[in-house]
């Protein structure tokens, strides 16, 4: 299955703070969708993504930004022990076990 790009098809440079507060919105439920499905990696690309625009538009603290950050937290340690685990069998593969 090709995997979807971190980057939307805006140009985050054109959008206005709420434009942008939306699209940090759909990222988000993006990658809570992609993580929901077993793909950490690509979770992890759309909160990249997230953050990028939240430099922009930041998110006010409080309990939603500490969920987000919570779940970006989550997905980063997700798809770091899947690259971990699939550099394992990359290696038991070129040894032949």
Not at 75 to 92: F, S
Request: hydrophobic fraction near 40%; glycine fraction near 4%; avoid cysteine.
């Amino acid at each position: 299955m090709p995997r979807r790009p971190a980057a939307t098809a805006m140009d985050s440079d054109s959008l206005n703070p709420d434009q942008i507060r939306q699209e940090k919105s759909r990222l988000y439920l993006a990658a809570l969708d992609a993580f929901d499905q077993g793909r950490p990696a690509d979770a992890l690309a759309q909160m990249d993504r997230w953050a990028e625009l939240d430099q922009q538009a930041p998110e006010a603290p409080g309990e939603q930004l500490n969920a987000i950050q919570r779940f970006y937290q989550q997905a980063r340690d997700e798809a770091q022990a899947l690259r971990a685990t699939q550099n394992n069998i990359r290696q038991l593969i070129a040894f032949g076990q």
